[in-house]
């Protein structure tokens, strides 16, 4: 019955019409990445490019049935990951600095402000992983009473839900910067919320399952590349 | 390898098909001897009134076609600045049309989209911005933007007129992208009476009666007609639970009653409409997957409009005219039944009622100052009041002043010109103007030029204003506009709004306006003839069109809930722009071969959409990558087909008594919305490919008071399930009618 359209959200600016040459200066920052982890390191210059990864399929409390309503319910769980680690950390550890987001459904927490004792933010930029050579200086929000560093809801934050297909679909060329529990930077571009990353999910796909491509900065600078 | 050539590739083929079809179909019949000695129609030895006129289709061009919806009064099509187009009610009876869709969907530049319910586009705008009138006044009952066309019977229409551009300065809210006026018969012959039995696939029928009878003079008449319209509807998608398109029966009935007509100084006319439809589905309620519960709709709509025209002085008129429409409807949800129960025994799980009462009441006067001069003024006051379980308060009401001034100014031959304004006023959104001038210049008898710009405006709906509904599955809440302030802070005290997105005080919704302009030349040419055989005429129309619609309203976030859900309400955000160019070609041919052809090409894009796509902020899923959209990409507004084309053929061969009618719709590739997350369409895999309607019918006289008619819509057999559900594949019909 109702039709919603949401918004642009912000009106964060992006280089425009960089596309091209940056990916080509991401080509030679890789292919010098991997000259040098080949050479076994250099210790004179020590700025090491943060390596992508792709961590596939994180449970983000996954639907085990319906409520009374008729809404989708899981354990109401949230799974903690550490982008350090590029590992999923035992919920136990909730209360520590070991984990930097943590997921349930499509809400994602830093460990940082009300959400946990790490130094962790966020913020959400318009342009693509490739081009975001340098974690921003300052911009980043902080978890609190009045809402999560990564804005919750359709087209607020990092995804689009579709009520005609009853989709969830990351919105192409959202980056979340995360300043994770130790004060460190990564970058994350979420691929899927579907298990197994599936090209055309609908509505019979299981959701709940993140696919994110990252590349965390171990050295504790802003700079990825 | 394109992706695409397949597809086409099998168009291309259908379309040379159909071509062939279309020549074998016309050429193929004879013409009969009575035709072919003379040329001219066989009018002699035929007892009372033939049931096909006797060469119907030249009579259709011959005749000066006389119009009312654009200016409010009688003019002639060709003489009339505003881009109107006529469909006659014999064109509507020899393609065995039911309802207003298939009539519409047929014609140039028209397109039938559906969202609860068949709606118009007109040059790319949404059928939320056409006005429906029936007689000259406006239905109401429009579900979720759309008034379903197939509310509308055809049986008894005189005739369809349709105004192309705004019309607000005459109309007021949604005339927008135009206005279609669906005229029915008044009451003409001294006792006449029809009955038509049509059936189809889908077990769909529709039995028609009409009847009428005038004084001698015709100054007092009467008229009646009433049908059943029934379907057992079709599913083209059985694995999933209820129909695509769930059976149904309606009635329509109706009436006129005139008095004073000719020349006497007063006249009244009296019209009443009726519709009742009941519709039953299953449906599975969310959450519970086990059972299938039964799903009752019923929908009811009464109009009665009274009208007394008395002429003061010969240069003055004034009409009073009221209008009162009702609209309701009732969906009730019944728990299964086992075959071991009684029906009655079963459980009413839920009932939402929906209720809209429009009462109208105006004064229009029409002056003629001189004889270059047409004064038409009027004045008049609506009262709405809806009920519904989703509107704030269970019900509201609202009230509207309006005034409008119009002027024609007859320059002799060569120019004509109309200006309009109109002035309504709104108990919610407050005062606004729409003006709008018109002119026509013809520098030539067969040649003739024709420029509009005008405003037209759409008002907030109800749901837009007084809309007060929580998803009880997703959580989120939408406000209308008038209450959401209120609303919000109520949630914010019982501790659910974690925090704002938007200041929500001076929430406050305009109108949607626009500016449109159309501008186009009409040429008739006169083809030699062979003897003494007269040459074909031809009839040529180009017309080029901007519409710019600004403070589109649209639902977005104005605060976060603690479940993380937002609550929406609306604003006026949005910029849209269509353009195009509509050609139309008729070709009236000795014979009896009348040919109509057109093509429109649509452009159509939100200009917000550009912005951000010009900014470098949309992107869109390569492979592994994100790429940023460019404006070649964008594939503008969803729905809106950059294609459009339709030919038509219809002969009529008076000495066999056959009327033989081919009719074929192109709609191009369009894009049906988002499928990677960026919300406007560009990629491949969002859009429709173009497809080919052909429909056909032939009608045959026996004797003179029988027409039997066969034929067939789709009969291509177009079909695609999960993203044209409305199209239910090829659909034969049969029909007999009797006319005394």
Redesign the interface.
Known sequence: MIRIHSLFPGSRKAPTGQFFLNAVAWCIALSAAIALTGCDGGSGDDFQPAPSVTASDIAADPITGVDSLGRPVGANEYTFFSLRQNAVVPRADSATTNWDIALKATTILVNGGTSGPGNGGAQVLTTTFEDVTEAPETGYDVDSASGFAIPTGSGNGWYNYNPATMVVSPIPGRIIIVRCADGSFAKIRIVSYYRGAPASPNNTSESRYYTIEFAHQSDGSRQFE | MNPSAGPSRIHRRHFVALLAFVVAVVAGIRTPPAMAQDGRPDSSGTPGRAPVEQDDIAMEAALPAIVVTATRAGRDIKSLPVPTSLIAGDVVSRQASLRLTDVLQRHPGLQVVYD?GAGIQIQGLASDYTLILVDGEPLIGRV?GTLDLDRVSVAAIDRIEIVRGPSSSLYGSEALAGVVNVITKAPESRWSARVRSQYETHQTSDVAIEAETASEDGSVGARVYGTRYASAGYDLSPLVVGMTSPGFVDYTGGGKVRFGAGTSRTRGELSIRANVQDQTDDVL????DSEVYEQFGRRKEISVAPELTHRLTPEATAVLSLYGSTFDTRTDTRSPTTTQEAASSSELVSRALFEQRYAKAELLARLIPSTMHLVTASAGFVHEHVEADRIAGGSRSSRLGYAFVQHEWLSGDALDVISSVRLDHHSEYGTHVSPRVAALVSPGRDMRVRAALGSGFKAPTF?QLY?D?TN????YS?FGSADAAGAIRMLDEAGII??Y?QDIENVELAPETSWSLNAGIEKDLQLAGSGRRPGAQIGLRVNFFRNHVSNLI????VA?KTN???V?TYYN?NKIVTQGIEFESTILAPGGLHVTASYTYLDSFDC?VVD?IK???????EG?????VTRSEYGGLANRSRHMATLGLARTFAGAGTTADVHVTYRGRYGF???????IVDDD?EYVDGYFLLDATVSQNLGSHLVLRGGGRNLLDHSDPTRIPSLSGRRLLVALELII
Request: aromatic letters at 6%.
């Open positions: 609860h979720a309620l969310s959450g519970d749901q809309l509904f009880p599955a997703a959580g939408v974690q925090t997105l649209e639902a977005a976030p976060l993380g859900q937002s929406f955000l917000e951000e900014s470098g902020n949309v992107f869109r899923r592994l990558r994100d790429v940023r919305g988002d499928l990677n997350g960026n919300l895999s």
